[in-house]
């Protein structure tokens, strides 16, 4: 099955991108890879939830944000390849967490990502990752996320 017919069989939609919101692309492709900047859970222009986790965001509220800035770094990726369907593999995730220095589940927040991305790509959605924490993130995103695909 496509990734495509995937997102509707899920009900997802892919947003559009969102504007950087400094000075850089949203992604850059080299040879057969595309690299997305740090994606933040934007919906519809705006973050939902900010804070720190461990703080004013818990952990299943900031996996839920992962799994939205994920959604972001999906439709960056495709509109540098000309559509969803010309992704072929997930090759890297990095997860960053705007944690307290206390909270050390990094990995669960990561889980947000990484299994919306097993949910849209299938076997092709499995991927090497990193899941780090952080004291700040861009506008008080508890989130961000980068992916490196394959097309």
Do not use: C, W
């Not at 850089?24 to 492709?29: D, H, I, N, S, T």
């Not at 909270?103 to 919306?116: I, P, R, Y």
């Not at 506008?139 to 097309?151: D, K, Q």
Request: glycine letters at 8%; hydrophobic letters at 55%.
């Amino acid at each position: 099955m496509s990734a495509s017919s995937t997102l509707v069989e899920l009900g997802i939609e892919l947003p559009p991108v969102a504007s950087p919101v400094a000075d850089y692309v949203p992604a850059a492709r080299s040879a057969d890879q595309i690299v997305t900047a740090g994606q933040l859970p934007f919906v519809a222009g705006a973050l939902a939830v900010t804070g720190h986790v461990g703080a004013e965001v818990d952990a299943a509220q900031a996996a839920a944000q992962a799994r939205i800035a994920a959604l972001n770094a999906v439709a960056a990726a495709a509109a540098l390849a000309g559509g969803i369907d010309a992704i072929r593999g997930v090759l890297k995730v990095v997860v960053f967490v705007s944690s307290t220095p206390d909270f050390t589940d990094q990995a669960k927040v990561a889980n947000g990502a990484s299994e919306l991305l097993g949910q849209i790509f299938g076997e092709a959605g499995r991927h090497a990752r990193s899941a780090v924490g952080v004291a700040a993130l861009p506008l008080n995103s508890p989130v961000e996320v980068e992916l490196t695909v394959l097309v």
